[in-house]
Nanobody
Framework: QLQLVESGGGLVQPGGSLRLSCAAS????????IGWFRQAPGKEREGVSC????????NYTDSVKGRFTISRDNAKNTVYLQMNSLKPEDTAVYYC?????????WGRGTQVTVSS
């Protein structure tokens, strides 16, 4: 069993930055690939970025490439999503998801609002 807790969301002006954290606890959290997803009001949940178990491979959806950076610190069982140059269309609830042989797990999400 794995528990995921997201933090770091909030209200930020366009062009600003936020760093989201996804803290994992439970059984062998560093055996899971981690993905960040987001869901805006009235829209389907979409994948934003993901990182491999070792952290050597990352992927981003086109709309965030060059602005968001995903990283992980396995010693702290935490995955980060650094978000720069934020736009109003980045407004959403952001979730992290752990994917591994033992199962898939979701966090409860953190709200990100980009508005002036």
């Amino acid at each position: 069993q794995l528990q995921l807790v997201e933090s770091g969301g909030g209200l930020v002006q366009p062009g600003g930055s936020l760093r989201l954290s996804c803290a994992a606890s439970g059984s062998n959290p560093d055996y899971y690939a981690i993905g960040w997803f987001r869901q805006a009001p009235g829209k389907e949940r979409e994948g934003v970025s993901c990182i491999s178990v070792s952290g050597s491979r990352t992927n981003y959806t086109d709309s965030v490439k060059g602005r968001f950076t995903i990283s992980r610190d396995n010693a702290k069982n935490t995955v980060y999503l650094q978000m720069n140059s934020l736009k109003p269309e980045d407004t959403a609830v952001y979730y992290c998801r752990a994917v591994g042989l033992a199962g898939n797990y979701w966090g409860r999400g953190t709200q990100v609002t980009v508005s002036s």
